[in-house]
């Protein structure tokens, strides 16, 4: 993917919490090894991350509480300073930047949804929507007509002029994600913004959420300790422990290849059927001919096409969004897929 | 045997058992002192007529205490020496001095990564361990070697008073000295910065004060006078080459101008209700003729409240960006919670006279701390993530500041607003002392003479500007914004319109009461301004109520009296004094140590030690007697009210109404129906303490009793317990630790209540700070008593919280 441009680009980046922390790291020649640390007093927050995200692409870092995923994501918005290592956004040092660059930066080019959703308790949804806008020098007037869109975007209208506190978990943060996007970033953050909702209000706005970047076509940085939800959003997902990123892939991948223990015991209890897309399974068109007459999109969810698949004796091809064949699907494929870690049988893969 | 495992068992018990059973031996070891000591100045009589030695040897001590005698160094800590650093500059304790700070500060010095950088970063901790330094150079190791071999002595801790005056005095007058021309005797004259800087602020304080009272009060001719602040004389003059035109005589607003503005301002802010209370209080104050104290009140306090809450939260902020600046306020603020504010009273008069000024200086003083302390909780509060948003909106530090963290942290700076508010009209009567005007003044007034019903009546109108000024402060404050409205000139502004209208309707209306009232008696105009004594009062009526209660109560409130002195307080008072200094020192440490352990310890043991160092030791104790009686009683009322009134919602919401206006009423008016009943006794004193002192424990005791989780509420009635049971096993052992925070408080009020005692006539340390306050004042005295009184709560203070927080923390509560 090198002819995409990247949008943020970490290289080698740590974040030691403690006194002497740079001093220690020095030492350590960028060989840092957690329980030492632990030993001088410090905390590894993240340890040698390295990674790109490009323009459009949806990044979700997951991992549990105290992993460093929150403190990779504080990083890189530069709410707290890396203790080495550098960030790029859009090709510039972040790390190097004055406090005035990091404002101008932060008002045309961020916008960050937090976990429990930080309003304003002292303004309106009108009036935190339109905060950042206002902080940024526009008149009042123009500020409160985008923030206006911006509700009408995320489904509050008629509740402009409600305090946060008369709003529901799932409303505020709909404020939330409206005053993020009132600055039209192009770099959209968000810190575990669903975890505090509950089970049905987060999947509404997990949909909200995937109909929202339909739209606006941001590059997302999404933290989350849900693996559920990162399968369910990501195009590629880095999993943290203890501040390193054991494994950056896409969702199919780390399902299907977990490079460590750790990732395996997150990926064992996941239905892949519910997980993959066709596109993980197919095997490119070999020199059989003879074809089903069903078509299936590679896209798909195995799922919602297996019982199609499995009914056809004979191999399903693919389609791409242009209706080209790309692949075909074997029945065996699908049935290693539905059935196959619950199998007592020796496998042979 | 059951016993000792019994014992062994509770640690804490067994040593509380051990520090009561050494407190006792102690008492009882008095002997030969017994009889000096529980009278309260004899003991200091006898060592300056050379009677008794103040202390002995160490050989005679010894022998002494093997005859079950404390030597009398333990009785009463003598008057100490201690080496003078000002005046005795020695080359070796200088050295000690600097060698001290230096070890303290090689550990940091050493380990710092940035040598360079180190002095930058780390200047407090020069500057306080250098000041541990020269502590211990200077002082302790002086007084240490003079005490074993007596050769350096130049002071004693009895004459730190006097040191502290002096130095005031060349503070005042003779530091850093500049010529200021004297039109009065026509000639240059030295006068100290230091004395011209607090004179500029009196005046600057007094001329806003004059300004808000004239235009209230005193018309157009006093507002012109004021220019003198500005020009010699030129206000006059002016005003006299002017006498004859029509605006030289225009008078001040006519009250019923600003009831009507009272009216509007409180339904625009908020609504009918506040409309409603700030229209009504206006009329109150107007009907019974209490204007025009009222509004110098008024005046007095629009100036002290906004510079309280101005000065506040500047600190607050400064507080909570700089940790350094925390660590020096924090202490300060610790100690201004219960300094009494008599004791503020004697450095102003010395440094800033006597008048509104000096009265609005000490409200000033007085209001800010809890502002500041408020302002840096509400701050401190406001959620991380809250300011992560707001960095990531791209505020830069001022907007961060004055648009995020203020705003958010808004709910306890208003409750800081609320009790500046509270504040001021509560010093409204103590600033009257050093010369404020206004209802504080005339409640004075009425309490010398006894008028209950007036008091009474300057009371309400007090507590109802308080009321009303913290409703539309806090209306204000909530207000929002309609970007909706898209309205004309005159919806948006009908208000200000309807102002306008009233205003001049209510002019006009004066101007006829001229001559509608100009044939009643004395023709005055009772709309432009009610005099006072002209308007309603309800005193007759009080005063019968009064009258009632002595006549037919006398006798049978007598004889209870009587038994209460001679059985109960009188021999409180003397086993309060037989306790010799030592055995003071085992129970309160000891009990320091059962309850935070040697910290604790040594923070209320030197806590004591400042004040058995003083010449008030006595006074102390007799304080500390008071104190012990009515918290006890006021504990043990308040407890139970609480508990009682808690198990109905209605009486729960009456009894908290009740607290809150017990609590802003002036405290002084609980002396007079007191010493009606009681006569000059202790008796009127711990009355008066204990009806003020019992408001937190109920209000604590309310407030943990409702907090207990409805949960566990339920666990215990599905375990089958009782109402009593549960009572007593769930909701009092988890409301306990809040309770304990209104017995701290309990303690703070009765501390407060206690030194105004001295207005009925007390001989604890309240009668002294009394008396140094209408001789004139001596700082020193009175910043030393002060600081014995704010230390005795300090270390009650101390162990209730750490015991409080302990407890919290083991029952797992926030």
Known sequence: ???????????????????????????????????????????????????????????????????????????????????????????????????????????????????????????????????????????????????????????????????????????????????????????????????ALDPLIRKEMQDEFLRLQGVLNKTILFVTHDFD??????????????????????????????????????????????????????????????????????????ETVAEAVLADPKSVPVLNANDDIVGVVHSSKVIHVLFGENSTLESNA | MSFINYLS?????????????????????????????????????????????????????????????????????????????????????????????AGLLYKSFAESVNKSQWLRVNWFQIISKGFVGIIVGLLFIPTLYNWFFGEVTRSTFWEIPMMLQDFSQYLIFEFWQTPVYDPEIEDYEDYGRVRLFTRAIGATLLFLINLVRELLIGGFETVVSLANVFSDQSGWDWLNENKDKWYSSVPAIPWTVLTAGAFILGYKLQGVGLSILAGFGCIYLAVFGQWEPAMQTLSFVLVAAPVSVLFGVIWGVLAYKSRTVERVITPLLLVAQTFPHFA??????????IGDHAGAVATIIFATPPMIRLTLLGLKRVSPEVLDAGRMSGCHNYQLMFKVLIPTARRDILIGVNQVIMQCLAMAVIASFIGAMGLGFNLLLALNQLRVGQALELGVCIVLIAVVLDKLSLAWA????????????????????????????????????????????????????IPHNKGITTEPFWQAGVDYMVSN?????????????????????ASYLAMPAIATFVLTMGVGYIIGGIRSAIVVGSFMLFIALTPWWERALITMY???????????????????????????????????TFQTFPSFIYLIPVIMLFGVTDTSVLIAVIVYAVIPPTRYTVEGLRNVPESLLDAADMSGATKLQRMFKIEFPLAFPHIMLGVNQCVVFALFMVIIGAFIGTEDLGQEIMQQLFSGGNIGSGLMLGFCVAFIGLAVDHLIQTWATKRRKLLGID
């Open chain 2, 626 to 660: 008071m104190l012990t009686f009515a918290v006890i009683v006021s504990v043990f009322i308040g407890t139970i009210v609480g508990a009682i009134c808690v198990q109905n919602k209605r009486a729960t919401k009456f009894i908290l109404l009740v607290c809150d």
């Open chain 2, 553 to 573: 109560w006398r006798a049978d409130i007598k004889i209870f009296n009587k038994w209460l002195l001679v059985e109960v307080l009188m021999p409180m008072k």
């Open chain 2, 344 to 353: 503020y009273l004697v450095p102003i008069i010395v440094f800033f006279g």
């Open chain 2, 9 to 101: 068992e509770r640690p804490k018990l067994t040593q509380l058992g051990i520090v009561l059973i050494v407190f006792f031996i102690l008492m009882s070891m008095t002997g030969l002192y017994h009889d000096l000591i529980v009278e309260r100045h004899l003991f200091a009589k006898s060592v300056v007529k050379g009677e008794i030695q103040s202390s002995v040897g160490f050989a005679e001590s010894m022998s002494m205490i093997l005859n079950w005698q404390l030597p009398p160094q333990l009785v009463r800590i003598p008057e100490l020496t201690f080496y003078h650093p000002v005046i005795n500059t020695s080359a070796t304790y200088v050295l000690i001095a600097l060698l001290v700070t």
């Open chain 1, 1 to 195: 993917m090198s002819d995409q441009q990247s949008v943020i680009k970490c290289d080698s980046v740590y974040k030691i919490f403690g006194k002497n922390a740079e001093k220690m790291l020095q030492n350590a020649n960028g060989k840092v090894v957690a329980e030492e640390f632990q030993k001088a007093g410090c905390v590894v927050g993240v340890n040698n991350a390295s990674f790109e995200v490009n323009k459009g692409e949806m990044l979700v870092v997951m991992g549990l509480s105290g992993s460093g995923k929150s403190t990779l994501l504080r990083c890189i918005s530069r709410l707290t300073d890396a203790t080495a290592g550098n960030i790029y956004i859009e090709g510039e040092d972040l790390t190097s930047m004055s406090d005035k660059e990091l404002i101008e930066l932060r008002r045309n080019k961020m916008g960050m949804v937090f976990q429990s959703f930080a309003l304003l308790p002292h303004k309106t949804v009108l009036e935190n929507i339109a905060f950042p806008l206002q902080v940024k020098g526009n008149s009042t007037k123009d500020s409160i007509q985008r923030a206006k869109d911006m509700v009408d975007l995320v489904g509050l209208t008629g509740r402009e002029n409600y305090f946060p506190r008369q709003l529901s978990g799932g409303q505020q943060q709909r404020v939330g994600i409206a005053r993020s996007l009132a600055v039209e970033p192009d770099i959209w953050f968000l810190d575990e913004p669903f975890s």
């Open chain 2, 478 to 529: 909530n207000k929002q914004t309609d970007y909706f409205a898209d309205l004309s000139f005159v919806e948006r502004n009908k208000t200000a319109l309807l102002f306008v209208a009233v205003f001049f309707a209510a002019l006009l209306f004066a101007w006829f009461g001229n001559w509608m009232f100009a044939d009643t008696a004395k023709g005055i105009n009772y709309f432009y301004l």
């Open chain 1, 229 to 302: 939800e990162a399968l369910r959003l990501a195009d590629r997902i880095a999993i943290m422990k203890d501040g390193i990123i054991e494994q950056l892939d896409t969702p199919a991948n780390i399902v299907l290849n977990p490079a460590t223990e750790y990732v395996r015991k997150f990926t064992e209890d996941v239905p892949r059927e519910k997980v993959l897309k066709i596109k993980s399974v197919m095997e490119p068109v070999g020199d059989e001919k003879d074809f089903s007459d069903l078509r299936v999109s590679e896209d798909a969810i195995i």
